[in-house]
């Protein structure tokens, strides 16, 4: 049986909240996800992670986007472990 991989971009600025939500996404990936965590203040060389940023409208971090789409954020409720199961984090 082929599974898809799960791709999960974790959006932060290096703040203690962010890296709460960088080990709480880690300790609940499956081996089908695929993790990146860009760090917008230090940005990349190629800025791909401030126009991924823009792409889906992060405007506050931490943020994290499941597969291409942003995990609701407006609401700004804490990441928890439910809402990234529920975004498919950790299913094979």
Do not use: H, W
Request: a positive charge; proline letters at 5%; one cysteine or more.
């Amino acid at each position: 049986m082929i599974t898809a991989t799960q791709r999960v971009e974790v959006f932060t600025a290096g703040c203690p909240l962010c890296e709460k939500a960088v080990g709480l996404v880690r300790s609940l990936t499956c081996p089908n996800c695929e993790v990146r965590v860009y760090d917008l203040r230090e940005g990349c060389a190629t800025n791909e992670c401030r126009e991924k940023a823009k792409r889906y409208g992060v405007t506050s971090v931490p943020a994290v986007a499941v597969n291409g789409f942003l995990l609701d954020c407006r609401r700004r409720e804490p990441i928890t472990a439910d809402r990234l199961r529920s975004a498919g984090i950790g299913q094979p």
